[in-house]
C-alpha cells in the first residue's frame, strides 16, 4: 500500500501524523487539508480497532494487603491481560502522551483526586470511552471499521488548498 508523502520527508510527516492522530482521537475533531485529514483518520482508525479488539482483556487477582490498623485484607486487583497490555504498549508508543487538564473553577485536590494513577490519559479514553462504544455500535449494526469520518469544507486562502474536517463518528 502506498503512502502519500504530503510534502514533508519521513520524519517530519511521521511526527505530523502522529500528532493529528493524538489530537484526533483526544479532541474528536481536527481540521486539515485533505490529505492530511485521509491519513489521519486511516491511522485513528487502526488505533480504535486495536482497542476495541482488546479492551476486554483483563486479569483479576487476588492479593493480601495490610490497613493502616495492621489487619490483613483479601484485595481483588485487575491487570490488562497479555493481549491488552500489548495493545496499551502499541498506543504507547505510537501516539504523543496528553495529559488532562484542570476544568474550570476546578480545586487542586480534586483535580489531583481525578486524575491520580493515570499515566496516559489518551490512552484511557481509548481503552475506557471509545472501545466500549464502538464495540456496542459494530454490534449493533453488525459492521466494524468506519470509526471516523472526512468532510471537505472550504478551500485555504492563499494557496487554495482543499481542508477537510476529520471527526470521530
Not at 73 to 99: C, F, N, S
Amino acid at each position: 500500500m502506498e503512502t502519500k508523502k504530503l510534502g514533508r520527508p519521513s520524519d517530519q510527516r511521521n511526527a505530523m501524523l502522529r500528532s493529528l492522530v493524538t489530537d484526533l482521537l483526544w479532541y474528536g475533531r481536527i481540521e486539515t487539508t485533505l490529505d492530511r485529514a485521509k491519513q489521519a483518520s486511516r491511522l485513528a482508525e487502526k488505533y480504535i480497532t486495536l482497542a476495541v479488539n482488546s479492551y476486554k482483556d483483563t486479569v483479576s487477582e487476588k492479593q493480601t494487603a495490610t490497613d493502616s490498623k495492621g489487619k490483613e485484607k483479601e484485595v481483588t486487583v485487575a491487570k490488562d491481560g497479555v493481549v491488552k497490555l500489548a495493545a496499551r504498549r502499541k498506543m504507547i508508543a505510537g501516539l504523543y502522551p496528553k495529559q488532562e487538564l484542570r476544568a474550570k473553577g476546578e480545586k487542586k485536590d480534586a483535580y489531583e483526586a481525578r486524575t491520580q494513577g493515570i499515566k496516559y490519559p489518551l490512552i484511557e479514553k481509548l481503552f475506557d470511552d471509545l472501545a466500549p462504544k464502538y464495540d456496542a455500535r459494530a454490534n449493533e449494526k453488525g459492521q466494524k471499521g468506519g470509526y471516523t469520518r472526512v468532510l471537505k469544507t472550504t478551500v485555504r486562502r492563499g494557496d487554495n488548498a482543499q481542508l477537510a474536517i476529520a471527526e470521530l463518528v
